[in-house]
Every structure is written in C-alpha cells, then in structure tokens.
C-alpha cells in the first residue's frame, strides 16, 4: 500500500507487507479492530470499507477453525442480510480478495457513515429509543436466521440517521458462533452471551470512553 500518510501509514506498517489488486485505492483509516484494519477506499467507483485481516488472526482462523476469516465474515453478513427484518440493519457485502494468497486476504463492505453508538449515546444523553427498538429486532431475528450469537458488542455497532432516525447497522460478522467462551479455556471465561443480552448491555455501556 503506497502513497498513504500519517495514521493510515502506520497502520497499514502494523499489518506488514500489505498487497492489494490494483483496482482499489485506499483513503484513510476508518478504524482499528482486534481481527482487522479497516480502511475507507473506492473500489469500482464506490465508496467502501475495506477490512484488512491482521496475518496472525488470519492463520489462527485457519487453523484453530479450519475457516478463512474473509470468506466466513462475507458468508455471516450475507446470511444476517438476506433476511427481511434485518436487512436494513445490514452492511452491504461486496467482496473477498486473497483467497488466493496473491494478495492480502481483505473482504470489501459498503462503507457505514455512522457514529459509533457509545459516541453517539455519550452527546444525546443516552442511546435513542429507535436504536434499541432495532436492537431488539436485530436480537430476535438473527437467532431466528440462525445467528444466535453475533458480535454485538456496543463497539461494534455503528449508528445513521435514516429517514429522520437513528437506526442501528451491525457491520462485523467475523466471530465464529458456537465458540465464545468454548473449548478448556471457556471453563474459566466467560458464558456465551446471546443477541438479547448484548443489545441489553448497548445501554449500560454507552458513553463510556475508550476506542476499540
Ligand atoms: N463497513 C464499515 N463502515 C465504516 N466503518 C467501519 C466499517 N467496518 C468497520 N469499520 C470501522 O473499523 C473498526 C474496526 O472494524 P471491525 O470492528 O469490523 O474489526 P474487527 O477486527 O472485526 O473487530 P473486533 O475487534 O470487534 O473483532 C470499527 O470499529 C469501525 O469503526
Ligand atoms: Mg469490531
């Protein structure tokens, strides 16, 4: 990745040799996760999120789960939009590349202008009764489209003002259900939370300070 400055710069150097096809072009950073880098970029004339495996996640994906961590994100978000209710709750999938190992294993999404929902809770004085209405369908019916356990941690959660509202999008599909809290060392951590239960904490959690 060539051409970047500042914060983009040195995270694209935290990622190490970073290849891309040559029909992306990077922007800037949009954010830091545990698993990915995810960057603002246009690809084929839209404005996207292009979320950059961190290598050593990637190789754990595959051998702790057998999964490759790109592939298995698409085929959650797919799953979690296809369904009707969750659909406009949904970020847009679009794109793996470097299943092949050409270049560095990233999946393309449609870019979210949002706010996070503990910054957006921090300046309203709480999170708007629109959200958690949403987070309650989002709660439901993705246990009922066969995702119990998706990551809806509050960080993960990005907000818009649609239609004269603030609705909910959820935008990270990586975490591999059926494992939180599992294996020997889920004796000691902790349970599996469900959907319901991390919508309920979006409340408790929002306005605390601290990125993710
Ligand atoms: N589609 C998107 N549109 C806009 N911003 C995004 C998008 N996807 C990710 N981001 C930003 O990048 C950050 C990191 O992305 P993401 O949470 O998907 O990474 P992750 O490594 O899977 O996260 P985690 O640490 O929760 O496992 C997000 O918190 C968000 O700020
Ligand atoms: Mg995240």
Redesign the pocket.
Known sequence: MQGLQGEAAAAAAELGDVRLPDDIQVIEL?????????F?AVYQAELV?L?IYRPEVAERYRSKHDLNIAVYEMSQNRKFRRNDELFPFS?KPIMVHGHDGQVSLSFI????E?R?LHRLAEEEGGVPFSVLEAGEIIARAGTEAGLPEL?L?Y??V?VRRMAGKWIPVI??F??VQGVRGGGLGGLFSAKAKTNLQMVKEWSRHAGEPGE?
């Open positions: 949009a954010g830091r996760g545990s698993r990915a880098l995810t603002k999120a979320k970020a999404q449609e870019f979210i949002g996070k990551d941690d960080r993960n990005l935008h990270d990586n975490h993710r």
